[in-house]
């Protein structure tokens, strides 16, 4: 008998921690749950403000290249619903995002999640949620109203979901990146805003990489829209090729470095 409790102990005891991790799990979930429903409240009180700044500027654009080009070839057609499509991306996932966020640290917003006994990486990832949901409703609307006003046909693949989470969330990144490291809300504002002006007609997201300077050239292989760009024109045209699978590669870097850099350098307050 005196041999037999040890081993009772050994069997209850595996058996006792899955239950703590589990229970450790539904937690964390229950937890990004919780963060995700505050972001989305925050979003449901100006839906409207959103859905119209994210698309009126790239519908606008779309609107002006459709009554400025004359007898365009089907792929000028899909580079400029592209182009609008990443330009609604930029509009909302890195200008607005970066400014949203910022003006919230330094207003002191984030006491409050810091008065929480909740994880970092939970709220990060809550950000990106958001940034991905105020992103999302802008893109598909452009892609479909360009195909109405063109009157051309995108080819679909399975392969586009994945280029399409990652393009956002390479952005949304990037935005959030900005808005967290960024020294003062004045900073954030001129820096969000040149990137808009740059990132939209100063790389190759609306025009071929061989139009523009080779200074301009070297300088748009460090923004993620140049690769959001390339990969939807592939998949559009011609399906899932190997050019899609170096920028889905680039993209999910882009996504991981931006997170890490977050998760580093994010400070719940602003030091008075």
């Given at each position: 008998m005196g041999t037999e409790r040890p081993l009772v102990q050994e069997a209850v005891q595996p058996h006792?921690?899955?239950?703590?991790?589990?229970q450790h799990i539904r937690q964390k979930l229950n937890e990004i749950w919780i963060l995700f429903r505050i972001q989305f409240a925050e979003i449901r009180e100006s839906w409207i403000w959103i859905f119209f700044m994210a698309s009126m500027f790239p519908f606008s654009t779309l609107l002006f290249?459709?009554?400025y080009t004359v007898n365009p070839t089907p792929e000028a057609m899909i580079r400029i619903i592209v182009g609008?499509?990443?330009f609604a991306v930029i509009v909302m996932g890195i200008n607005a995002l970066a400014q949203e966020i910022s003006w919230q640290k330094h207003q002191?917003?984030?006491v409050y999640y810091a008065s929480l006994p909740i994880s970092k990486l939970n709220f990060v990832l809550a950000v990106f949620l958001r940034g991905f949901l105020t992103s999302f409703p802008s893109v598909v609307i452009i892609a479909a109203i360009g195909q109405l006003i063109y009157g051309i046909h995108f080819?679909?693949?399975f392969g586009l979901i994945p280029v399409f989470l990652l393009s956002m969330l390479a952005c949304v990144g990037i935005g959030t990146m900005i808005g967290f490291v960024s020294p003062n809300h004045q900073f954030t504002n001129l820096l969000a805003q040149t990137l808009l002006m740059v990132i939209s007609f100063l790389s190759p997201v609306?025009?071929?990489m061989e139009m523009l300077p080779k200074m301009l050239q070297?300088?748009?292989y460090l923004f993620p829209t140049t690769y959001v760009a390339n990969a939807f024109r592939d998949l559009f045209i011609h399906g899932w090729t190997h050019a899609v699978t170096v920028n889905t590669a680039v993209l999910s870097g882009y996504v991981i470095l931006s997170f890490l850099v977050i998760y580093r350098f994010v400070e719940w307050r602003v030091e008075r």
């Amino acid at each position: 008998m005196g041999t037999e409790r040890p081993l009772v102990q050994e069997a209850v005891q595996p058996h006792g921690e899955r239950a703590a991790e589990a229970q450790h799990i539904r937690q964390k979930l229950n937890e990004i749950w919780i963060l995700f429903r505050i972001q989305f409240a925050e979003i449901r009180e100006s839906w409207i403000w959103i859905f119209f700044m994210a698309s009126m500027f790239p519908f606008s654009t779309l609107l002006f290249l459709k009554f400025y080009t004359v007898n365009p070839t089907p792929e000028a057609m899909i580079r400029i619903i592209v182009g609008n499509m990443v330009f609604a991306v930029i509009v909302m996932g890195i200008n607005a995002l970066a400014q949203e966020i910022s003006w919230q640290k330094h207003q002191g917003h984030f006491v409050y999640y810091a008065s929480l006994p909740i994880s970092k990486l939970n709220f990060v990832l809550a950000v990106f949620l958001r940034g991905f949901l105020t992103s999302f409703p802008s893109v598909v609307i452009i892609a479909a109203i360009g195909q109405l006003i063109y009157g051309i046909h995108f080819h679909y693949s399975f392969g586009l979901i994945p280029v399409f989470l990652l393009s956002m969330l390479a952005c949304v990144g990037i935005g959030t990146m900005i808005g967290f490291v960024s020294p003062n809300h004045q900073f954030t504002n001129l820096l969000a805003q040149t990137l808009l002006m740059v990132i939209s007609f100063l790389s190759p997201v609306m025009v071929t990489m061989e139009m523009l300077p080779k200074m301009l050239q070297w300088l748009s292989y460090l923004f993620p829209t140049t690769y959001v760009a390339n990969a939807f024109r592939d998949l559009f045209i011609h399906g899932w090729t190997h050019a899609v699978t170096v920028n889905t590669a680039v993209l999910s870097g882009y996504v991981i470095l931006s997170f890490l850099v977050i998760y580093r350098f994010v400070e719940w307050r602003v030091e008075r």
